[in-house]
């Protein structure tokens, strides 16, 4: 499917100039809602990261497989073994060996690529690789102007599907150490509504009654399981995501950028030499 064609949006040249690309995504939106100190590091001075997380590798290695596997799944209609998604997991990490991956204690390569077979046999059996309806979209490019005077948003679903009750359902696939509580579902409920909102052009193209969301939850457990959290998305969720992302638009305009110091916040952060000499 083809993306939409976009409407010229006049707020995509001020974010040029601002952040350096026509577009805001749900990962920068958060990132300033987290720390607006570290959105500036980021996005606005653009600074090389002091390192980069082992868990964010892990991420990218365990993302590429399954992506494999879905397009696999799309593509042939027939699943990836669990030995050909390991070997795109370690060809991902390959890719990022060239920077400084921070591990964690008693983490080591080797270790972490036993995790990963461990996880990706445990999703490939689980009912969750194989979705029920439609396959839609696997890593699709999502972009549109949801509010005036905002830029365009861009982002990247993980997988789109058209289910049986006519529902158009955007998944996206994580990793955790520990099983989701009400409060992670929450700190991550703006990124799907976005997509959500993104979709619903495509929705009105493909004749669907509604517009969900879901996490898939690979958890990095000894034994891994697999957990999914579905959104039911209603008007306040929008409304409220909406006024959210303006508010955030319009400190980054009047360059509002400080510090959020906190354990959950500084622990991974890749900027802290550059937060530790910053004067205001
Ligand atoms: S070290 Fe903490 S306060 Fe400083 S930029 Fe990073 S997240 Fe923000």
Same mark, same amino acid.
């Given at each position: 499917?083809?993306?939409?064609?976009?409407?010229?949006?006049?707020?995509?040249?001020?974010?040029?100039?601002?952040?350096?690309?026509?577009?805001?995504?749900?990962?920068?939106?958060?990132?300033?809602?987290?720390?607006?100190?570290?959105?500036?590091? &980021?996005? +606005?001075?653009?600074?090389?990261?002091?390192?980069?997380?082992?868990?964010?590798?892990?991420?990218?290695?365990?993302?590429? *497989?399954?992506?494999?596997?879905?397009?696999?799944?799309?593509?042939?209609?027939?699943?990836?073994?669990?030995?050909?998604? +390991?070997?795109?997991?370690?060809?991902?990490?390959?890719?990022?060996?060239?920077?400084? $991956?921070?591990?964690?204690?008693?983490?080591?390569?080797?270790?972490?690529?036993?995790?990963?077979?461990?996880?990706?046999? *445990?999703?490939?059996?689980? @009912?969750?690789?194989?979705?029920?309806?439609?396959?839609?979209?696997?890593?699709?490019?999502?972009? @549109?102007?949801?509010?005036?005077?905002?830029?365009?948003?861009?982002?990247?679903?993980?997988?789109?599907?058209?289910?049986?009750? @006519?529902?158009?359902?955007?998944?996206? +696939?994580?990793? *955790?150490?520990?099983?989701?509580?009400?409060?992670?579902?929450?700190?991550?409920?703006? &990124? &799907?509504?976005?997509?959500?909102?993104?979709?619903?052009?495509?929705?009105?193209?493909?004749? *669907?009654?509604?517009?969900?969301?879901?996490?898939? +939850?690979?958890?990095?457990?000894?034994?891994?399981?697999?957990?999914?959290?579905?959104? $039911? $998305?209603?008007?306040?969720?929008?409304?409220?995501?909406?006024?959210?992302?303006? &508010?955030?638009?319009?400190?980054?305009?009047?360059?509002?950028?400080?510090?959020?110091?906190?354990?959950?916040?500084?622990?991974?952060?890749?900027?802290?030499?550059?937060?530790?000499?910053?004067?205001?």
């Amino acid at each position: 499917m083809t993306l939409p064609v976009l409407d010229a949006n006049p707020a995509n040249i001020e974010a040029k100039d601002l952040i350096g690309r026509p577009y805001l995504s749900p990962s920068s939106i958060s990132t300033y809602l987290r720390c607006p100190l570290r959105f500036r590091f &980021q996005y +606005v001075e653009r600074l090389e990261p002091d390192f980069t997380a082992s868990s964010l590798v892990f991420g990218v290695g365990i993302h590429a *497989a399954v992506e494999h596997h879905f397009r696999k799944l799309f593509a042939d209609d027939r699943a990836a073994t669990v030995e050909e998604l +390991v070997s795109v997991f370690e060809q991902a990490l390959a890719t990022e060996a060239n920077q400084e $991956i921070r591990f964690g204690r008693s983490e080591t390569a080797d270790t972490l690529r036993d995790l990963a077979a461990r996880m990706l046999a *445990a999703f490939v059996s689980s @009912g969750y690789s194989k979705p029920q309806g439609a396959l839609i979209g696997v890593e699709e490019g999502l972009a @549109g102007t949801l509010i005036d005077g905002v830029p365009t948003i861009h982002g990247r679903a993980d997988l789109i599907g058209l289910d049986a009750t @006519g529902v158009l359902r955007v998944t996206d +696939v994580k990793t *955790a150490r520990n099983a989701w509580t009400e409060n992670t579902i929450r700190e991550s409920t703006l &990124q &799907q509504v976005i997509y959500a909102e993104l979709l619903r052009p495509w929705a009105e193209a493909l004749g *669907a009654d509604d517009v969900q969301a879901e996490w898939l +939850v690979l958890r990095k457990t000894k034994t891994p399981a697999i957990d999914r959290h579905q959104l $039911i $998305i209603d008007d306040a969720q929008v409304r409220q995501v909406t006024n959210t992302i303006r &508010q955030v638009w319009r400190a980054i305009r009047a360059c509002n950028f400080y510090p959020v110091p906190s354990p959950m916040n500084c622990g991974g952060c890749p900027f802290r030499n550059a937060c530790n000499e910053w004067e205001g």
